[in-house]
């Protein structure tokens, strides 16, 4: 199976952050899955971490580092997902999460996600 972090997700679990369900986390940690963060993520983490939205333990490079040292894939932005997203309906405006919809529908993956914002794309969720 193969799943996509949202990016709070990542976060969460990268700290150890007791908001995330033990059930993401077994998911995760189970060896036969294949989990991945897209690399808009740590474009969001930039951003907000650089306006002040966002504040970490740790800087965006050690998140990097860790995500690569959890043996979790990042994903590029991929073209079908960019042709996709061009008519992707407007039910969710934050940038970066329409692109993770988008790369979700494309490559079909489940995304490990707390925000409902997903599933009128009809995008699944696991929370």
């Known amino acids: 199976m193969s799943y996509l972090l949202d990016t ?3 976060l969460w679990y990268l700290e150890k952050n007791p908001n995330l369900p033990e059930r993401v986390c077994t998911i995760i940690e189970n060896p036969r899955h294949q ?16 306006i002040g939205k966002l504040t970490l333990r740790y800087p965006v490079e050690e998140v990097l ?26 039910h969710h405006k934050d940038p970066f999460d329409r692109l993770l919809i988008a790369e979700a529908l ?7 996600s707390i925000d409902p914002n997903f599933e ?4 699944s969720c696991v929370w």
């Not at 040292?69 to 079908?80: C, D, F, H, M, T």
């Not at 494309?106 to 490990?112: H, P, Q």
């Not at 009128?120 to 995008?123: E, F, K």
């Open 106 to 112: 494309t490559a079909k993956l489940k995304v490990l």
């Open 35 to 50: 989990i991945a963060v897209h690399i808009a993520s740590f474009w969001e983490i930039s951003i907000k971490v650089n």
């Open 120 to 123: 009128p794309y009809g995008v």
């Open 65 to 90: 580092k860790q995500t690569k040292q959890q043996k979790i894939n990042i994903l590029p932005v991929g073209e079908p997902a960019l042709v996709l997203l061009q008519n992707l309906p407007h």
């Open 8 to 10: 709070h997700a990542l």
